[in-house]
């Protein structure tokens, strides 16, 4: 299972994002974003589960809203309102079980992309 992460760049505080992550099957599987600063570890940021569940980490909800479309084997993230401390790199994760915040228990990922936003 191959995933792709696109949809990063450089915005300002305030602005939206909408980052897509492709999947290469359709196969319905517990999706993820994970996100990692310079220097630190992959912080979950939110999951969608197979039946469409979705959870988030507290500095995100309310701002960012994660969706799938299985039609098009593609998972959404919803960035607004970003802040600087929203900065790093998106990873979107993919496992078989149900939802999990470790990043180390998901079985597929994808490549990172760069969110950058400016104070």
């Known amino acids: 299972v191959q995933l792709q992460a696109s949809g990063g760049g450089l915005v300002q505080a305030g602005d939206s994002l909408r980052l897509s992550c492709a999947v290469s099957?359709?196969?319905?599987?517990?999706m993820a974003w994970f996100r990692q600063a310079p220097g630190k570890e992959h912080k979950f940021v939110g999951g969608?589960?197979?039946?469409?569940?979705?959870v988030y980490t507290d500095s995100v909800k309310g701002r960012f809203t994660i969706s799938r479309d299985n039609a098009k084997n593609a998972m959404y993230l919803q960035m607004n309102s970003l802040k600087p401390e929203d900065s790093a790199v998106y990873f979107c994760?993919?496992?078989?079980?149900?939802?999990?915040?470790?990043?180390?228990?998901?079985?597929?990922w994808g490549q990172g992309t760069q969110v950058t936003v400016s104070s």
């Open positions: 099957t359709s196969t319905i599987y517990t």
């Open positions: 969608i589960s197979r039946a469409d569940n979705t």
């Open positions: 994760a993919a496992r078989t079980g149900t939802m999990n915040y470790d990043y180390s228990r998901y079985d597929f």
